[in-house]
């Protein structure tokens, strides 16, 4: 499904302009090191999605390998998605305490443009209010610039709703930025819905409650809960549409990446989600570890 459509503003050159514009993300760079001193014993440069590691050949007679340089323990790249309210966020949370990801929500970005008063806020306020998709000419590069800031880059980053459609995720791939491991929330749709509608957030804490599954502790925080202006049930189905719609092109694209935290009947607690996402990614990190042994080796 395209993006909604704000004032015709959105036009398939701009996104083909993004898109083409590629920029190789290597964190290491070649001119770190030092030329190779034995023109007759040749460096051989292994390319890798993590970068460049330069290997010297010690003798042309014996076949050993010694690494020179090779690129510091690459940080994590992980996307999530699920339908809204499928516990993204609380997962998000678990992993970045974790892993120290930085979380980049999409949706988050959204709602500070919306805040700040933009142009690009007002636009997507109204797509959003619709459970439509954001053009890409506006989340493409909010997502580009906030995943290509220095901490991002050196803590690794959790990336939260995005991408939600198979422009998105070519756009990203576009600049450099792929993930390590996809991991998609299965959620029963039965429970989504009510979820939703009773989500609530304090703003002063960031906590996100729900009035039936999750109360306030106290009344005073009970009395400054707000709702998200688009957790209505009217407007959580239009968002399961568009989700449902989409999810299925984006997980064709990271087919091979992707792990299932599954709810099975929406019985399953936060700890367990959680575990099957830490066992994948303890599973990445290991599979990580073996690759750089072997490659000493
Ligand atoms: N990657 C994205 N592309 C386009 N629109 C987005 C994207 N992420 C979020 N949005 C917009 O923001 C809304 C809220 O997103 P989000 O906060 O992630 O909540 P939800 O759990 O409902 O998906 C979406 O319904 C959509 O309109």
């Known amino acids: 499904m395209a993006a909604c459509n704000v004032n015709s503003v959105y036009s398939a050159a701009s996104v083909s302009a993004i898109v083409a514009q590629p920029k190789l993300q290597s964190r290491t760079s070649l001119s770190r090191y030092n030329p190779n001193p034995n023109p007759k014993f040749p460096n051989i440069l292994l390319f890798s999605s993590r970068g460049v590691d330069l290997i010297s050949r010690r003798s042309s007679r014996t076949p050993n390998f010694l690494v020179l340089g090779s690129s510091k323990a690459e940080p994590l790249r992980v996307m999530i998605s699920g339908a809204p309210a499928s516990g993204k966020g609380t997962q998000c949370e678990l992993i970045t ?23 690009n806020g007002r636009r997507a306020k109204e797509c959003m209010e619709k ?59 039965g429970i989504l819905v009510e979820r939703v509608v009773g989500r609530r957030l304090d703003p002063v804490t960031g906590k996100i409650y729900h009035i ?38 984006v997980l064709s694209i990271y087919e091979d990446i992707t792990i299932k935290a599954s709810h099975i009947n929406g019985n399953v607690s936060k700890e367990d989600v959680f575990a099957q996402i830490d066992s994948a990614l303890q599973n990445l990190l290991q599979q990580r570890k073996a690759t750089s042994g072997s490659h000493a080796a």
């Not at 974790?98 to 999409?106: D, F, M, N, R, S």
């Open 212 to 249: 039936k599954y999750s109360p306030p502790e106290t009344e005073e925080i009970a009395s400054r809960l707000t709702q998200r202006f688009d957790d209505t049930e009217e407007k959580v189905k239009l968002r399961l549409n568009t989700h449902n719609e989409n999810v299925e092109a």
């Open 131 to 189: 459970g439509q998709l954001v053009p890409d000419e506006i989340v493409v590069m909010m997502v580009k610039e906030r995943l290509s800031k220095p901490d991002s880059q050196e803590k690794g980053w959790l990336l939260d709703g995005y991408p939600r459609s198979s422009s998105q995720a070519i756009a990203l791939k576009g600049y450099g930025f792929e993930p390590d491991i996809f991991i998609l929330l299965d959620v029963p749709e």
């Open 97 to 119: 305490q974790k892993y120290g990801l930085v979380h980049i929500a999409a949706g988050d970005l959204l709602r500070a443009e919306i805040a700040a008063g933009s142009e």
